[in-house]
C-alpha cells in the first residue's frame, strides 16, 4: 500500500479526548499522531506539512474500535435468526463455517470488514476459531485486513472440546506451534491468544494458554459468562491461574459481585457485545459495576447481525438505563468513551483519541455533522443520533480506507458472497 501520508488534518469540528473542538488539528506522520492541538499552533509548528482540511459541515472523531467480533458469522444472517443459542451454534455456525475453505474465508471477511470501515470501525479484534487444519485460514483474515486496511487484532482460539467440529478443533501442541508460526511471520503485537471457553477448552488448554499469554507477553482474550452457569465461570478461570491483566473477558454477563471483585484484583479488562447479547437473548452485562471498579470496558460487535459501534454504544447506554432503571446509569460520555478509548485500552491498542499522547494510531473518521443539532453536544449525537451513513470517511493510520461509497473490492466481496452462500445452500 506504499508509506501513510504525511499530512497536517485540519478540523473545523472534532472531538478530542472526549471533548467538541473547534479549529483543530493533527499531523499526521507514520501512521501515528505525532502532534495535535489548536489549529494556529499546530501549524505554526508544523509549516512544511501539506494541508487536508474538513469544514463545519463535517465532524472529525478517532475510528471506532471494535473489541470482539466473528466476522464470518455475517453468513448466518436472516436464515438463523430466532434460534435458541444451543440450536443456532449447532445446526448453524457449525454446520457453515467448517466449510469454509481459505480462500471463502478471505472473501467472507473482505466484505465484512468492508462493512465494518463504512460503519466507521478503524480496529476489530477477530476471535478467530477455524484453525483445526493449520494457519491457512487465519492467514486468510490478516490478509483480507490487510486488503481492505482494517487494523486487526487476530484473536486466535484454541479450542479442543470433542463436540466441537473437527476443522476447530487442535491438540495443545499444536495450538502452541501453530500460535507462535502466526507471531513469527506477522507483527507479534497483531496475534494474540485467546483460549475459546470453558467449555470450548479443557483445563489443560486453558493453563496452557495463560502460560503462553505470560511468556510471550500477549493478551488472553476468552468467553465468559455469556450464559448462566451456578458454578461461577470468572471464579472457576481464577482457579485455574487464567486471570491476569492480560486477560480479556468477553462477555462476562452472569457475574456475582465477588467475581467482578476479582476481576478488579487481578487486573482484568472487558469486552462487552449489548447487540449480540439482545440478540441471542443472553442477558444484560453490569456495565456501572465494572466501570466502578475501574476495569476498562470496551464494546464489540461478537455475531455481527449489524456490524456497528455506534449501534453498540447506544444499546450499552440503554440497556443500562433499564437495567439500573436510571436515566443516568451509562450517559453519552462514558457510552462514547467505550467505543473509543476505553475501547483502545480494553484490548491493548494505541489508538481511541485524536491526540498526540499514547492513543496515538492515526485512526480517524469523518462524519456528515449536518445531523447534528446545533444546539447538541456532538458526542451526544454520536451516540444517541448517528447512523452508518453519516460516515463519508475513514482513516486507518493517516491513510483513506473507505471514501463513502463501496470500493471495488468490496463489491466484489458481494458478489463471491452469493456464490458461496449458494454453494453453501444458505
Ligand atoms: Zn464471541
Not at 242 to 254: C, P
Amino acid at each position: 500500500m506504499g508509506n501513510p501520508p504525511t499530512e497536517l488534518i485540519r478540523c473545523a469540528r472534532a472531538i478530542a479526548s472526549g471533548e467538541e473542538r473547534n479549529d483543530y488539528a493533527f499531523v499526521v506522520r507514520d501512521g501515528t499522531i505525532a502532534d495535535a492541538g489548536d489549529f494556529k499552533t499546530i501549524h505554526e509548528r508544523n509549516r512544511e506539512v501539506p494541508a487536508r482540511a474538513f469544514p463545519a459541515d463535517r465532524l472529525v472523531i478517532p475510528g471506532l474500535i471494535n473489541g470482539h467480533s466473528h466476522a464470518y458469522q455475517i453468513l448466518l444472517r436472516g436464515w438463523a435468526d430466532d434460534m435458541p443459542f444451543e440450536q443456532w451454534r449447532d445446526e448453524a455456525l457449525y454446520r457453515i463455517v467448517p466449510k469454509l475453505a481459505p480462500e471463502d474465508v478471505y472473501w467472507v471477511f473482505v466484505a465484512a470488514f468492508s462493512e465494518m470501515l463504512a460503519a466507521g470501525i478503524t480496529t476489530v479484534v477477530e476471535f478467530f476459531y477455524l484453525n483445526g487444519g493449520g494457519n491457512a485460514h487465519a492467514e486468510a483474515v490478516i490478509n483480507a485486513a490487510e486488503a481492505t486496511g482494517m487494523r486487526l487484532v487476530l484473536a486466535r482460539a484454541w479450542m479442543d472440546n470433542p463436540k466441537a467440529p473437527a476443522e476447530f478443533r487442535e491438540s495443545v501442541d499444536q495450538a502452541r506451534t501453530r500460535t507462535l508460526e502466526l507471531r513469527a511471520k506477522y507483527p507479534p503485537s497483531t496475534i494474540c491468544v485467546a483460549p475459546h471457553s470453558l467449555h470450548g477448552a479443557s483445563e489443560e488448554m486453558l493453563r496452557a494458554a495463560a502460560r503462553f499469554a505470560r511468556e510471550e507477553a500477549c493478551d488472553l482474550h476468552i468467553h465468559v459468562a455469556e450464559r448462566p452457569d451456578p458454578a461461577g465461570q470468572i471464579s472457576a478461570l481464577d482457579r485455574l491461574g487464567v486471570l491476569s491483566e492480560r486477560t480479556v473477558a468477553v462477555h462476562a454477563i452472569h457475574v456475582t459481585e465477588e467475581e467482578k471483585d476479582v476481576l478488579a484484583s487481578r487486573g482484568a479488562r472487558v469486552v462487552y457485545n449489548p447487540t449480540t447479547n439482545l440478540y441471542l437473548g443472553d442477558g444484560i452485562a453490569d456495565v456501572s459495576g465494572f466501570r466502578r471498579r475501574g476495569i476498562p470496558i470496551g464494546l464489540g460487535t461478537d455475531a455481527n447481525v449489524k456490524p456497528s459501534i455506534l449501534g453498540e454504544m447506544r444499546a450499552a447506554s440503554y440497556l443500562q438505563k433499564i437495567r439500573c432503571r436510571n436515566g443516568q446509569a451509562l450517559g453519552a460520555v462514558a457510552a462514547y468513551r467505550m467505543g473509543t478509548l476505553d475501547g483502545a485500552r480494553a484490548v491493548g491498542v494505541l489508538a481511541g483519541d485524536l491526540t498526540a499522547g499514547a492513543a496515538s494510531a492515526a485512526d480517524f473518521i469523518v462524519l456528515d455533522a449536518s445531523g447534528v443539532d446545533p444546539w447538541s453536544p456532538a458526542r451526544n449525537a454520536v451516540v444517541y443520533r448517528a447512523e452508518a451513513h453519516w460516515v463519508r470517511a475513514t482513516f486507518v493510520n493517516g491513510r483513506r480506507v473507505y471514501a463513502g461509497q463501496p470500493s471495488p473490492l468490496a463489491l466484489a466481496a458481494r458478489s463471491e458472497l452469493a456464490a458461496l452462500a449458494r454453494r453453501l445452500q444458505l
